[in-house]
């Protein structure tokens, strides 16, 4: 059996995704569909709107073998980060194809990239180093960096690109067995904010309308498979709310407050007097949105802060990102039939541990922040469902199809 | 000038306490009354009814000429602590006399008391330990031993003639300068849950009646004066809640379940493992008196408990407590005329800094723990009232008459 990987959160998945998982399977053949997915909170350092379980059951219904979750600790951070945990974790449950989506849609401009990179590494770093100075944030300063390379046929200031870039720089540099493919993205781009094709949408403005009110469902259901909309529905019909930042709001500002200046540095991305900021900005912030914006600096990107609050809520710190470089289990989210067979026969030769019961990893340093995450998200809802959710997180058996 | 101190709550102001109130004045003579008061929470380790701007212009409005803070370090302790505090205070603010509420009304039975303790430390602390083997609680151990030693006239075993035994300690061992006087309570019991008599009712009854409905004012009004009422009706309709810990109880769980466990060790009255109990606890309770009767054990008093809830949503810690053992300022809340010239006598005279503008303590380690619980205390209100409560903490000036 050959299988293919692909890195996901499916906030919610969507008719993109679909066409996107059925162009994957028919690009490369596989018989398996193995996705990496975020769990409760995402990359760009925001609450999934519903829990991993009910996107690991969109993402079964529309055809993904195997779901495995992409820790918090890899999941919550810069692109290089989440790209070489997603792409290790893929490799981990020997995937023979890695396939990710881009404007692009040819491979090639990304291994080209890479291979030029690799070259000007030195190049690459003082660019950035000087860019950094001019006091830009971490990804505009590596977009100019990159820039001044002229790296040809690929714009690595766009987010996309950068993500795909660094897939494809994992594979290449520790994972050579992995054959990476790309799928030219159609229609709406990541950030969209409004609904203008007939089927595709971008998941932001999905998210939009849904937090908008539960009655608009019926709006973007021709956006999304039946199959996620009637998830979407049970989701809300158990637990009453679409989670966003600021049902967080005010757990993150009590937070906030009551901490100690150390305690704040403690956490991670907290650099640079960013813990001064966020103090005086609780003490004034009425919601989610005004506290970001009275952080923000030219330094910071709204993502970058936002994946600060992330850590602040879930009490991420630096000393647990530092000591966590590498995945050390894969912990199945869920699976098909074909899911289920492709992992018999790959079993014996997984290189980490694959587990389905998480009461075995009690005191293992990466699940302890996957629980707190996980905890933290549920605090969000009322009770009972808090406790409800709460115990979901080590009650919950691997999802079937 | 003379003047008489007293320790209240004021949770809320109640006719009981303004018994207490003139009986002091009558029988002390004294020209001045200044009360210490537990801030935002109490000695029982809950959050107070109203704020403690809302109880100061109660006191001032039932008599009361100075309002100082007892600061959280001192407030949220067992008796012994909070008495000591509490009376060092007092000293500092020149006061001739303490008056207290006790059940015998005679103050020998305390000065003998103290004295018949002073002579047999020894063995008491023997009996104590004793007791503490048994896995009693600490209250109940003290009071074994209070009881072996056979002390006339006093029993060591109710709660308040603990604290009046522990007023008039810390008088006779550290403020010899000071008289003490003990007034007779009347007719309800500190823990009373009901109302008997006609015009007085315990604090407890009187807060139940209000937690189940603002509708129950009418109701209480013959228990409070009509200055109480009209305080509690403005702080309810501008704050929209009277606090309780079930208010707290979401921050709380969502705390507890996202610690690590060696940063539950570090918060103040956390030993022998109840940082366990307290985990457990969270992943199942429903609301706050599940939490506490989930961790609750023959070792700890349920008050015991309530603090070291206090203590963790306050983020109030172990190093903190070690290292604050001694009131180092003097906060002042409110002040009637008569206050205001008695401090302008004694001012040169005062033994600590009065502060009026808490932006002076910016830094000092025990202001920082009355922020963190002003803050925690402002976190269970809804925005904008919230930011509006955060901000009070800094820019309420002293409440005049």
Redesign the interface.
Known sequence: MKAVGIVVEYNPFHNGHLYHLQETKRQTGADCVIAVMSGNFLQRGEPALVSKWARTRMALAAGVDIVVELPYMFAVQAAKEFAAGAVSLLAALDCDYICFGSESGDIHHFTEAVKALAKQEDKYNTYLKKALKTGVSYPKASALAFQQLQIENLDLAKPNNILGFYYVKAIMEEHEQITPYTIKRIAAGYHDQTISDPSIASATSLRNMLHYSIEHLEKIAPYIPESTKKMLYEYYSTYRLFHQWNDYF??L???I????LN?MREIADMDEGLEYRFKEAS?????FAELIDMVKTKRYTWTRLQRTCAHI???FTKQQKESNKKATYIRLLGMSETGRTYLKTVKKQLSLPLISKVSLLEDHPIY?QEK?AA??Y??ALQ??L??KA??EEYATPPIGK
């Open positions: 005010p757990l500002k009590y937070r407050l009551t901490m100690e305690e003490m004034e912030a009425k919601n809520l879930t009490n302890k707190k905890f933290a549920a605090s009770e009972p808090r406790t709460v115990k």
